[in-house]
């Protein structure tokens, strides 16, 4: 049977708060009574719980990790999902602290973000929230409880994130295929009303675009929204333009995906005719038929990162120092872009 604290306090005859201000190192117990209560632990192989001992110092020993996610149902089976909850669990059980997971996807209403994330008593929330406006997303930074943004950057300097460095992604991108011969390069883009990391994709994009010396016309910029038959509808634009592109950025994997069939529909080969690039590495990208040149997110350093900053935003005194980081991203090269050509 497990060994509680009520039997430690039995076996050394003292009371439950003596035994719960030993287990604290509280300085007001006789030296005698620590003794004995001390003994008492090692003879009965006690264990501490540590979610049990965080309600006696006001503090759950829990973290919660919040998904938001408009547009459609999470998958929780995708790299992205299961990436995350591995590092954030990892870090968790390390610090002997509770994981709760909770959801919010579809159609909502920010504030039912709001309800839903301080709904539960826990000492902090990792808040994976790529399509919450950033007025939203510093109302919930705001609470009492600490909070570290995942996947989200933001440019108020009092609000710790972690996330992927989208910008310099995107800028690998476009070195990848001007190296390969590539000067009419098109971007199908994501939600940039309401997606953080589709604004500094995009951005990163016509920043290496114009270093390049490139000069791209407006409509070689057709956004979609991270869905795959979006994807397949910006890339029947870009096809039907007079002066097609020779490559194109995808601003993830499942437009890519998208504007792969629409490539393919159009009797043109990927890699041979036209150049793709997605972002994300999802399974699909390399599942043949499909070889996809793109980024691959490291969701495990991401979800790592920013579990250790949140433990110890919950553990800190005094004056906390907000952090924010970004973390570097992997080009991998498949056969979507073919190879060093002349294109025309």
């Known amino acids: 049977m497990t060994v509680t604290i009520y039997d430690v306090a039995q076996k050394s005859g003292v009371s439950i708060s003596t035994v719960s201000r030993v287990l604290n190192n509280n300085p007001n117990v006789l030296e005698e009574t620590r003794v004995k209560v001390q003994k008492a632990i090692a003879d009965l192989h006690f264990k501490p719980n540590p979610i049990a001992r965080g309600l006696v110092v006001k503090h759950t020993n829990l973290i919660e990790v919040f998904y938001s996610w408009a547009g459609y149902k999470l998958n929780f089976q995708t790299p992205w999902y299961v ?129 390049q010396g490139l000069k791209i016309p407006p409509e070689y910029i057709v956004e979609g929204n991270f869905l795959r038959e979006s994807g397949r509808e910006a890339m029947k634009k870009l096809l039907a333009l007079p002066d097609r592109p020779t490559a194109v950025f ?58 250790r900053i949140l433990i110890e935003k919950i553990q800190s005194q005094g004056e906390w120092k907000p952090r924010q980081i970004l973390i570097p991203t992997q080009l991998v090269v498949r056969q979507s872009c073919g190879s060093k050509k002349k294109w025309f």
């Open 83 to 211: 990436g995350l909850l591995n590092g954030i669990n990892e870090v968790v059980q390390e610090n002997q602290f509770g994981l709760l997971i909770n959801t919010i996807a579809g159609v909502f209403d920010p504030m039912e973000v709001y309800k839903k994330v301080f709904h539960n008593v826990v000492d902090g929330v990792l808040m994976v929230s790529p399509y919450l406006e950033e007025k939203d997303v510093l109302h919930l930074t705001a609470n009492r409880v600490p909070v570290v943004l995942i996947g989200y950057r933001t440019e108020d300097k009092n609000v710790d994130f972690v996330d992927s460095d989208n910008r310099e992604a995107a800028i690998q991108v476009v070195d990848h295929l001007v190296k390969l011969g590539h000067h009419k390069i098109a971007c199908i883009a994501g939600p940039v009303k309401t997606s953080r990391n589709a604004v500094d994709r995009l951005e990163g994009f016509h920043q290496q675009i114009r270093k």
């Open 250 to 307: 995808a601003s993830n994997d499942l437009m890519a995906l998208g504007a792969w069939d629409s490539i393919e529909e159009a009797g043109l080969t990927v890699g041979t005719d036209i150049g793709l690039v997605g972002f994300d590495d999802v399974t699909e990208a390399f599942t043949p038929p499909y070889s996809l040149t793109t980024i691959r997110q490291d969701y495990r350093a991401i979800s790592v990162e920013a579990t």
